[in-house]
């Protein structure tokens, strides 16, 4: 099993920042793969970043620029540097990882973008 806490989130100003950290209960090392997914109020939840054990990274287009995905090995955390924030990056953000070919969710937490 995988335990998952992600934390970070807030209110905050458009065109601000944020950074959201998972710590996981396992070596980041031994997943396949780490990721951030969000889903705002009536819609699917969506990838906005994905890191694999090789640093290979995959961005939402929405976010591309904007957000960062990294490790941090001696935290054993997956961040998410969030930066020049819109409204419309308001959600819920949840940090997925898979173990042994099966996912792993944390419980989310909650940014929202709003002057």
């Known amino acids: 099993q995988v335990q998952l806490v992600e934390s970070g989130g807030g209110l905050v100003q458009p065109g601000g920042s944020l950074r959201l950290s998972c710590a996981a209960s396992?070596?980041?090392?031994?997943?396949?793969?780490m990721g951030w997914y969000r889903q705002a109020p009536g819609s699917q939840r969506e990838l906005v970043a994905r890191?694999?054990?090789?640093?290979?990274?995959i961005y939402a287009d929405s976010v591309k620029g904007r957000f960062t995905i990294s490790r941090d090995s001696a935290k054993n955390t997956v961040d998410l540097q969030m930066n020049s924030l819109k409204p419309e990056d308001t959600a819920v953000y949840y940090c997925?990882?898979?173990?042994?070919?099966?996912?792993?969710w944390g419980e989310g937490t909650r940014v929202t973008v709003s002057s």
């Open positions: 396992r070596s980041i090392f031994s997943f396949n793969a």
């Open positions: 890191i694999t054990t090789g640093s290979s990274t």
């Open positions: 997925k990882v898979v173990w042994v070919g099966v996912d792993f």
